[in-house]
């Protein structure tokens, strides 16, 4: 999960990496007052979880203080790749000498953590990487493996920093070392890592992406504010409600609801909709062995969600019976009712037991089932993919 | 013959006491799993199922002559247990929990390596010879004894595929589940490699999915073997910069999307089917 630039930059300064002294505002007249008070040319940097910060316009130097609320008015009226803008960085403009990159992060297919570093800073590492690789410092260690001195110094010299800056920026990169270590981090960017014109180094950005199934572990990032959240971009309300639930869930742009087993079919379930035309309006993991309480509410997101036009459900019985899922749907059908046309199938442990209490339900309560649509082992689930096609492309057809 | 387990594995439980481990000892025992004893520090002398309890994993292994362990216990846990399992010799570390720390699977990574020991998951669902040894949560009725492998990031997928195989008459020789988590014990091409050394195993299904690194590697091992290779890959719809359930299921910027990774298994040389009714009409083309 990514952290934003101040909680990024507060941790630097917590392992004593040199940052820009920053505020942050909530509001354009809260960076006016800064600028008045600090009257110097000012940079100010919209917060949000999400790359390409810059090229949509994100970042404004600002020369004249006076300017200062006029151009925070635009920056917080900005919406970058659809999140919106509700905090800014104030921090003092900086005069830049040179800009460099470090950067350390995991190499999933070696098993290695890599630290790179590039005597270009503020740019894609990516394309310095093609373009000119001479110019990287690249080097791989194993995770128990210690970072030395001489390595940060080798790595100092190879981005082109000259003798007198070399011991500062080892412990710099030391510390970005330590930091990666010590918060269990899946990346940590300095990206400019800058030399001012008065000689000093400071991280001018930070880019931090933490693992959050380690999170337990380090309680003081929950003070800081620091919980589980999306790698970019904030939650939708129904995303939090889900949350709130326990409920692994995603709101994507199509009118499917899917309401399958597993993780895995959950990603290949939203597949087979597309391969027949269609598109899943969200992803959710029922996790292993829901209860029908978890399988009801699974449903209630689905149903009160306007953009669903039809709802797609599977079961593979494993450890969790199939008479377990047809309990926690007919719960939904008595307790919530449903709105949507739903097609479900039941395959594995005890199905047929699964369709009888549905063919029971139904008998003392036709109504429930006036939308509702259950299959059994007989009809493979690419029917039922398609089946959940045709329901959505009829409900938008008649409207 | 089948890969990583069979009758005669001799499999421990780490964490046999706790409330998941007891529940799917007694299951794997029902299934004929040779279980032969389990750990719980605290509570050595204790038994469950009629197998022994010990405090270390070093005493079950000289007491029972385990070589195989499936661990049920907290991530948290997991990193001391399954180095505690591979220091002690075992021959496999089947990691069951999901959401393992990356920094801690680094770790027991670079140990399982140094000691010939293969790790598999975390958030596996296990690892089943059919007829044999089920070592896991996976429900047998998915499965038959046969003569097609299968190897799959998740749980639900390889019911899926097996059951697609059963229900074809083509049946299973092992079907390992690589786990759900970023990352992994084990990686595709180790696995292949293991099937293409079995000569019960005529074909394999490979269950890869966006966010995992580990088809990459799986295309070279592909390209020169000659079992064939049936792949799919899970997540080809799925939007960029969201994480879809599996810890791991995510598309990076830097990383391969769902439909780059099949063409490149293709190229290599393995047959990619969309849906799984694309298997079975594919397996009787090569002839198998």
Not at chain 2, 48 to 77: K, Q, W, Y
Request: net charge negative.
């Amino acid at each position: 999960m990514r952290l934003y630039e101040f909680e990024g930059k507060e941790l630097f300064n917590r392992l004593k990496i040199p940052i820009p002294n920053g505020r942050l505002a909530e509001s354009p007249a809260e960076v006016g007052k800064i600028a008045n008070e600090w009257n110097k040319p000012l940079v100010l940097k919209a917060q949000v979880l999400t790359g390409g910060r810059g090229k949509a316009g994100g970042v404004k130097v600002v020369n004249n203080p006076d300017d200062a609320q006029a151009v925070a008015t635009e920056l917080f009226a900005l919406k970058i790749k659809g999140f919106p803008v509700e905090r800014l960085l104030v921090e003092p403009r900086l005069s830049i000498q040179k800009e460099m990159y470090v950067g350390i992060t995991i190499d999933r297919v070696n098993y290695k953590v890599v630290v790179i570093a590039s005597s270009k800073g503020g740019v894609d590492i990516e394309d310095v990487a093609a373009k000119t690789p001479e110019k990287i410092f690249r080097k791989s260690y194993d995770i128990d493996e210690e970072f030395y001195d001489f390595d940060a110094i080798e790595l100092a010299k190879q981005i082109g920093l000259p003798s007198q800056y070399v011991k500062e920026a080892s412990r710099i990169v030391m510390a970005l070392f330590s930091l990666f270590k010590k918060y269990d981090a899946k990346m940590v960017e300095i990206n400019p890592l800058v030399l001012t014109a008065e000689d000093t180094l400071i991280a001018a950005d930070s880019r931090i992406s933490l693992d959050d199934d380690a999170l337990f572990r380090h309680p003081d990032l929950a003070e800081m504010g620091i919980e589980k959240r999306h790698e970019e971009g904030e939650m939708t309300p129904r995303e939090q409600q889900a949350k709130e639930w326990g409920i692994p869930y995603l709101d994507l742009d199509g009118n499917i609801g899917m309401f399958p087993g597993g993780a895995g079919f959950g990603i290949m379930g939203n597949d087979f909709i597309h391969y027949y035309g269609g598109t899943p309006a969200n992803f959710m993991d029922s996790g292993g062995g829901p209860s029908p309480e978890r399988l009801a509410r699974m449903l209630v997101l689905l149903d009160e969600n306007p953009n669903v036009k039809a709802i797609f459900g599977a079961r593979f019985g494993g450890i969790s019976r199939c008479d377990d899922f047809a309990k926690g749907v007919i719960m939904f059908l008595k307790e919530h009712g449903l709105t949507k046309p739903m097609v479900t199938r039941m395959t594995g442990n005890v199905w047929q037991e699964g369709v009888r209490l549905f063919e029971e339900a139904k008998k003392e309560n036709p109504e429930l089932f006036a939308h509702f649509e259950f299959h059994g082992i007989e009809t493979p689930i690419e029917e039922i993919a398609k089946r959940a096609v045709e329901l959505a492309s009829e409900q938008e057809g008649g409207k | 013959m089948a890969i990583m387990v069979d009758k005669n594995s001799r499999i421990m439980v780490q964490g046999i006491t706790g409330r998941a481990g007891a529940f799917h000892a007694k299951r794997m025992i029902e299934y004929g799993t040779n279980i032969v004893g389990g750990t719980s520090p605290g509570k050595g002398g204790q038994t469950v199922e009629g197998r022994p309890v010990f405090d270390t994993v070093n005493e079950c292994v000289r007491e029972t002559g385990a070589d195989i362990s499936v661990i049920f216990l907290p991530a948290a846990f997991v990193k001391e247990a399954a180095i505690a399992g591979i220091r002690a010799g075992l021959k496999t570390v089947v990691v069951i929990p999901e959401h393992i720390p990356i920094h801690d699977m680094l770790l027991v990574r670079k140990e399982a390596v140094a000691h010939g020991c293969t790790v598999i998951g975390g958030n596996t669902a296990g690892i089943i010879t059919p007829g044999e040894a089920n070592l896991g949560i996976m429900p047998d009725i998915a499965f038959k004894p046969g003569r097609v492998g299968t190897v799959s990031r998740s749980g639900s997928i390889t019911y899926y595929i097996a059951n697609t195989l059963t229900d074809a008459g083509y049946g299973e020789t092992t079907c390992v589940g690589l786990g759900g988590d970023p990352i992994l014990g084990s990686t595709f091409d180790e696995i292949l490699a293991k099937f293409e050394a079995d000569e019960k195993t005529k074909a394999v299904v490979l269950t890869g999915e966006i966010g995992g690194v580990y088809e990459e590697r799986a295309c070279e091992q592909i390209s020169h073997m000659s079992t064939p290779v049936i792949a799919m890959i899970g997540g080809i719809f799925a939007p960029p910069g969201k994480r879809m359930g599996h810890a791991g299921a995510i598309v990076e910027g830097k990383m391969g999307t769902a439909k780059e990774k099949l063409d490149a298994l293709a190229e290599a040389g393995a047959h990619p089917a969309k849906t799984f009714l694309d298997i079975p009409n594919i397996l009787k083309k090569l002839g198998v």
